[in-house]
């Protein structure tokens, strides 16, 4: 399975320590060897980077290392190819345009059976690849419209939440279903099974970790992030911690809604 990493901060953040251990598991400490991506949000846009190299090997990697981007919210993932090809238009994140703002999805598991049902069939979204998290995204998106219909008002965070969770349950049914959803403002993050270390199919499939760290201090290092305010709120989500330091479990099927560096909700309660 494919391995996922967020970040959301109160004031714009690194991930450059993160991303150096998330890629060591693409190709190199793991066999995720598929291509990856990441993406830096920047007021409602986003810079998207994606490779069908190895994350271990890519030079890419080592390119957004050295830029040092800043951000406060980024969504990054490592492919290991379970339904579609090795191409870019099936690397993730994705990303759509809706409501004026876009909105980005990476998804770990497998839950190809969504594809053969018309509930699940977008008439306003279409994968540009042939993968099963694609499809999901679409869906997703069909579902959170009626709420962006208004481009210049921004949906109340209950209701984007309600719709969130309720579509993470609906694919959990077909199998592993972790993912990543962001609206440009919000980190929906869902927490369901994955492959584990013994080779059983089980949860946690998320951990997360929140910091509050100062400039100088050093819990901005091991934390995986460098901060540019004397202040600073994180939380970092990931398929498997990336540091030592003590994260915590998702359980299964539990979302979290995540903004500016703390969690605003989170279902169940």
């Not at 679409?138 to 481009?151: G, I, N, Q």
């Not at 592993?176 to 980190?187: K, Q």
């Not at 998320?206 to 994180?234: F, I, M």
Request: net charge negative.
């Amino acid at each position: 399975m494919c391995e996922l990493f967020a970040m959301s901060s109160r004031g714009p953040a690194t991930v450059t320590l993160s991303l150096s251990i998330l890629a060591e598991h693409g190709g190199k400490t793991a066999r995720h060897k598929d291509g990856w991506g990441i993406a830096f949000y920047d007021e409602g846009d986003a810079r998207i980077l994606k490779d069908t190299t190895r994350a271990s090997r890519s030079r890419w990697v080592q390119f957004v290392e050295q830029q040092e981007l800043r951000s406060t919210l980024v969504v990054s993932h490592i492919r290991l190819a379970t339904d579609g090809g090795v191409s870019i238009k099936n690397t993730q994140p994705f990303a759509r345009e809706l409501g004026g703002r876009l909105h980005i999805f990476a998804h770990n598991g497998h839950v190809p059976d969504i594809k053969n049902l018309s509930e699940y069939r977008s008439n306003s979204f279409h994968p540009i690849g042939n993968t099963d998290s694609e499809f999901a995204f679409c869906a997703l998106l069909e579902r959170v419209k009626p709420l962006w219909s208004e481009r210049e008002t921004v949906p109340e965070l209950e209701a984007r939440l309600d719709v969130v969770a309720e579509f993470a349950k609906d694919i959990g049914q077909f199998g592993p279903a972790n993912f990543l959803y962001c609206d440009s403002e919000v980190l929906f993050a869902h927490g369901h099974r994955r492959t584990q270390a013994d080779g059983q199919i089980t949860s946690p499939g998320l951990y997360w970790l929140h910091r509050q760290c100062a400039r100088e201090d050093p819990l901005s290092k091991t934390s995986g992030v460098s901060v540019t305010s004397h202040n600073q709120d994180v939380i970092l989500v990931a398929s498997e911690p990336l540091t030592t330091e003590a994260w915590e479990p998702f359980r299964e099927g539990q979302v979290l809604a995540i903004s500016k560096g703390q969690i605003a909700a989170r279902v169940p309660v």
